[in-house]
């Protein structure tokens, strides 16, 4: 089934330990994104990758990296996780967003106290 | 500023009704637009796209019509059932199409 995988679903950790949300896809797209959701807000684009290697930010990057080693992983990573990090997050893929529209996976719901 | 707002915030219909999302955005250089469905602690699926020259897309009893030269999409929904409790998206894809707006949402509540 083609999917994007995320681990974890629900997350709750403390302010400064570091931490790593996993992104996998299995349909061998090019573009993966990350978006944080907060209430009233919408999907906002922390980062994406057009491709392996090639990462951008994208509208609200500060306090988190990714990296794209392999095509299907896409990792979220959180150095210093403070509590305005709380929030719900999802990874997306896709061959070209604009004309295919994104396949999301179900999020990951993360507590920072 | 590319923006996409989407009315009503919330609504609540009785299952069997119809209803309609509105969408307006200010998205330059225009490419498509979608509307996605997103279920409470899910991700969001796509429902219909439509380009330019599409005005009119059904998906089932999702119709979804654009006219973009007011630059406002609809979502109707006909014959709601319980299942359409959601949180419906309109997304905005410019500059060629790698750059998606998201609107906020409307949260649909559909009661028995």
């Known amino acids: 089934e083609a999917q994007v995988t995320q681990n974890p679903r629900y997350l709750i950790t403390v302010t400064g330990k570091k931490l790593t949300v996993t992104c996998s896809q299995n349909m061998n797209h090019e573009y993966m994104s990350w978006y944080r959701q907060d209430p009233g807000l919408g999907l906002r684009q922390i980062y994406y990758?057009?491709?392996?290697?090639?990462?951008d930010k994208g509208d609200v990057p500060e306090g988190y990296k990714v990296s794209r080693k392999e095509k299907r992983n896409f990792p979220l990573i959180l150095e210093s996780p403070s509590p305005n990090q709380t929030s719900l997050y999802f990874c997306?893929?896709?061959?070209?967003?604009?004309?295919?529209?994104?396949?999301f996976g179900s999020g990951t719901r993360l507590t920072v106290v | 500023k590319n923006q996409v707002e989407q009315s009503p915030q919330s609504l609540i219909i009785l299952e069997g009704k119809n209803c309609t999302l509105q969408c307006n955005y200010t998205v330059s250089p225009f490419s498509n637009l979608r509307w996605y469905k997103q279920d409470t602690g899910r991700g969001p699926v796509s429902l219909t796209i439509?380009?330019?020259?599409?005005n009119t897309k059904s998906n089932g009893r999702y119709t979804a019509t654009l006219d973009a030269d007011t630059k406002q999409s609809s979502l109707h929904i006909t014959a709601s059932q319980l299942s359409d409790s959601a949180s419906y998206i309109c997304v905005v894809s410019a500059e060629y199409g790698n750059k998606l707006v998201f609107g906020a949402g409307t949260i649909l509540r559909v009661k028995s």
């Open positions: 439509m380009t330019f020259s599409e």
């Open positions: 990758s057009m491709n392996v290697e090639v990462t």
């Open positions: 997306a893929s896709s061959h070209i967003p604009g004309r295919y529209g994104y396949t």
